[in-house]
């Protein structure tokens, strides 16, 4: 295990900087010393919410994985110690209507960036923000590192190619370079079209008077969720190591979509059954059943575990959107508050 001293002069470039893991990870990063590059991609509204508490000690640099010139001009202009690749079209269900876009970015995206750095600094470490939507269809479970993989979605499949991309490099020219196979890990900062967060979003507005019901898909789908603060730290420890290798990170435990949807209605006092309708706009044309991860090789090697466990992940979301709420002085008009989300 290598401890997390604080790093004074390393430059961190991640894409991705605008999502989830890259907004935790850039506040990790600063915290350890690093200077931090982020990456953005031109937009009508800029998505900078995510960091904006960061903002001012965070570089952006413009540029998008579709586009290998300004991958290289980027590298070649920070030069980075450490290369953190989060960006992808990451919505599972969006990669079926948009299978081409998402196999362009979320796959080709990572040759792109393995050749901007192959070409401008092959010195540099790098991350590649690979998934549990590989092991898709599970052939062992729990799954681990040497589990096949067998994807079920546009998505899993350029993950794949992203995975392989990242081992290749690292056979082929002697590249440190790591893929880190993460489960779904989950924030109050996550999109709100992935499932975790539209529930407990729903919870709030449903509370808040704003909804009276919550319409979701396949409420049998069980996951291995954790917390994004948690695995953003297995990002970094990676690219401490010695040598460059592949981890699974994950809790270790699995839940359905209806466990996440009880605990949440319970946080405020309500029963999901009152509110949960079920609409088959929300099933997938190919659904991954079961995952459940294995990280005792990241617990070995990297000495990391994760801190919050699924009670206190679902609290957490629902908490901050309840606070969201109250912030912007709403009035809540059914079930209760839980002790600790309060008026300002
Ligand atoms: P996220 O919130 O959806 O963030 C995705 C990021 O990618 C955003 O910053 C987005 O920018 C950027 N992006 C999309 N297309 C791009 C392009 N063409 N060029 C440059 N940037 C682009 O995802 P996340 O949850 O933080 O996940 C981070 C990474 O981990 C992703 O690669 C995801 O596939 C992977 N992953 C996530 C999980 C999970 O459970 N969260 C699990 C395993 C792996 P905009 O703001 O401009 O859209
Ligand atoms: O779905 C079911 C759905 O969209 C979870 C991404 O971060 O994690 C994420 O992918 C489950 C699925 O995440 C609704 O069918 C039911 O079984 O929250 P999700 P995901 O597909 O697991 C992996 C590891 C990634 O790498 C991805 O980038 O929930 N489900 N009803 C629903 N899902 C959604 N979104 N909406 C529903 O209404």
């Known amino acids: 295990m290598v401890s997390s001293s604080l790093h004074p002069m390393k430059t961190a470039f991640i894409t991705g900087i605008t999502g989830q893991d890259g907004s935790y990870l850039a506040e990790y990063l600063l915290k350890q010393g690093y200077k931090v590059v982020g990456m953005m991609r031109r937009s009508a509204t800029p998505s900078t919410a995510r960091f904006a508490a960061i903002e001012d000690q965070v570089e952006i640099g413009h540029g998008d994985l579709l586009d ?21 079209q990451s919505f599972v269900h969006s990669s079926f209507h948009e299978p081409v876009h998402t196999g362009s970015v979320t796959g080709l995206g ?33 799954q681990r590192e040497t589990t096949p993989f067998h994807p079920r979605s546009p998505y899993g499949v350029a993950k794949v190619y992203g995975h392989w991309a990242t081992v290749n490099y690292r056979e082929s020219y002697d590249m440190f370079a790591c893929s880190g196979i993460l489960f779904n890990h989950e924030s109050p900062r ?17 509370v808040f008077g704003e909804k009276d019901k919550l319409a979701l898909g396949n409420l049998d789908a069980r996951r291995d969720w954790g917390f994004a603060g948690d695995y953003i730290r297995a990002m970094h420890l990676m690219l401490q190591q010695d ?7 994950s809790t270790g435990t699995t839940q359905s979509v209806r466990e996440f949807c009880r605990i949440a209605f319970e946080r405020v006092g309500l029963n999901y ?53 109250l912030d912007r002085f709403q009035k809540p008009q059914r079930g209760t508050l839980p002790a600790g989300v309060k008026s300002s």
């Open 110 to 142: 990572v040759i792109r960036m393995l050749e901007a750095m192959r070409l401008v600094c092959p010195q540099a470490r790098f991350y590649q923000a690979s998934s549990s939507e590989m092991f898709g269809e599970v052939q062992e479970t729990p």
């Open 190 to 206: 996550r999109g709100l079209e992935f499932v975790t967060r539209k529930i407990s979003d729903h919870v709030a507005a449903i």
């Open 243 to 249: 040598t460059a290798d592949d981890y699974v990170i």
């Open 68 to 88: 290998q010139s300004s991958l290289m001009r980027l590298l070649d202009q920070h030069k980075p110690d450490e290369i953190y690749n989060l960006a992808a």
């Open 273 to 325: 059954e009152d509110f949960v309708v079920v609409d088959p706009r929300f099933f997938r044309p190919a659904e991954v059943e079961l995952l459940l991860g294995d990280a005792s090789k990241a617990k070995e090697k990297l000495g990391w575990e994760p801190e919050v466990d699924f009670q206190g992940l679902v609290e957490m979301m629902v908490d901050a959107d309840l606070q969201r709420r």
